[in-house]
Structures are given as structure tokens and as C-alpha cells.
């Protein structure tokens, strides 16, 4: 059973599954050339909220160690925002720092309702920010405990590695967040990259 917070905006609802501070472990498996990159990962995963229609998103993940004795080794960081894609009216803030003007927007559940696809889902719009120089804007759905996206736009700044495009799939499967990420990267083609399960922790 899902537990809303009592001060989660209405356009979070479709969202709410999300929320909480999950950890577990995965695979990286993607195949460069005639060369596959092969290695288990560990990952800490958070979505939260601030009062705003968006969640808040960070992932850490780390490589386990080859030996048993050994130290886990930091591999990747990423953060970013997850909301519901609509135009953004009086009701929101922005741009910069400027303060809504009015009520919200889509202040309760029927409002939200009109937000529905023809598919029977949400339009979601996911941006998310790499160190490394790579920021990416996915567009996507939430239907129930699943969500699909697909890079609608990725910059990288003059020193970042080649990275093209990519998906990402999560979903809600026994209690356990579920995720699979595909990606177009290094001159290679959009193939499989990473995979994990996480278990809610917080």
C-alpha cells in the first residue's frame, strides 16, 4: 500500500510510487565493438518533493569489489527532476525566480484528470544532469507502476565521452523498483547498457 504525503501536490499522484530512498544492485552489460563492459554495481536512488509539481531526483552508484576484502569503487552520479509534461501557466513559478502568480494550476485530483493521454497515462518529461559534461531531457508516460521514456534532446560540452540517445524503463514489480536503461554511446548503436532492483529503504 502506497501512502501519499499530506502535502504532495495533485499532479504528483500519478508519481507517488516513486517516492522514498531505494537501494540495491544491478549489471552494467554493453557491448563496444567486439568488446562487452561486464560489472556488477551497487545503487542509492532518491525521489523526494518540496511543495512544487516535481519530484527531486539523485542516483549514486558504485562497482563492487573484485575481492572480497576489497573497498567499493564510486562510479556514477546523476540528478535531475521528474514531472508531469504540461504547459506551465501563471499558477508556477518561473522563469528564474519569479513567484506564481495565482492558485495552482492543477490544484486537486479532477484537474489532474484532464492531464490523462490518449494512451490512458501521464506525458512525463525527465531532465537529468551528468557531471561529466551530458545532460538529458527524456520525454515519456507513467501509466500505473510503469514508466517508459526516450531521449528527446542530449547536450554534452566539448570534453564529454560520445553519448547519443537513450531509454530508460522503471517499474513497480513486488515492492521492488525495476529498472532497465538503454543507451547509444561511444559510436555504438541504442543497445543494453544497465539493469537493477532496488528495495525501498526510506
Not at 562497482?63 to 562510479?75: A, I, N, Q, R, S
Request: no cysteine; aromatic share 8%.
Amino acid at each position: 500500500m502506497i501512502e501519499l504525503p499530506v502535502d504532495l501536490p495533485a499532479e504528483l499522484v500519478p508519481l507517488s510510487w516513486l517516492i522514498g530512498v531505494w537501494e540495491g544492485s544491478g549489471v552494467i552489460d554493453y557491448k563496444v565493438g567486439d568488446e562487452s563492459v561486464t560489472h556488477e554495481f551497487g545503487q542509492r536512488v532518491s525521489f523526494s518533493h518540496d511543495g512544487l509539481p516535481h519530484l527531486n531526483y539523485t542516483s549514486y552508484t558504485w562497482l563492487f569489489p573484485d575481492e572480497p576484502d576489497g573497498d567499493p569503487k564510486p562510479l556514477a552520479t546523476e540528478t535531475g527532476y521528474w514531472r508531469i509534461e504540461r504547459e506551465l501557466g501563471t499558477g508556477d513559478v518561473g522563469p528564474g525566480l519569479l513567484p506564481a502568480v495565482g492558485d495552482p494550476e492543477y490544484p486537486d485530483a479532477e484537474s489532474v484528470e484532464t492531464l490523462r493521454n490518449a494512451d490512458g497515462g501521464f506525458d512525463l518529461e525527465v531532465s537529468l544532469v551528468h557531471p561529466g559534461g551530458v545532460a538529458e531531457l527524456y520525454l515519456g508516460q507513467v501509466k500505473g507502476p510503469r514508466i517508459d521514456l526516450a531521449t528527446d534532446a542530449v547536450m554534452r560540452t566539448a570534453g564529454a565521452k560520445d553519448y547519443a540517445a537513450a531509454t530508460r524503463l522503471y517499474g513497480l514489480v513486488e515492492g521492488h523498483l525495476l529498472w532497465a536503461w538503454d543507451m547509444a554511446a561511444l559510436g555504438q548503436d541504442l543497445r543494453t547498457h544497465a539493469s537493477a532492483r532496488l528495495a525501498k529503504v526510506d
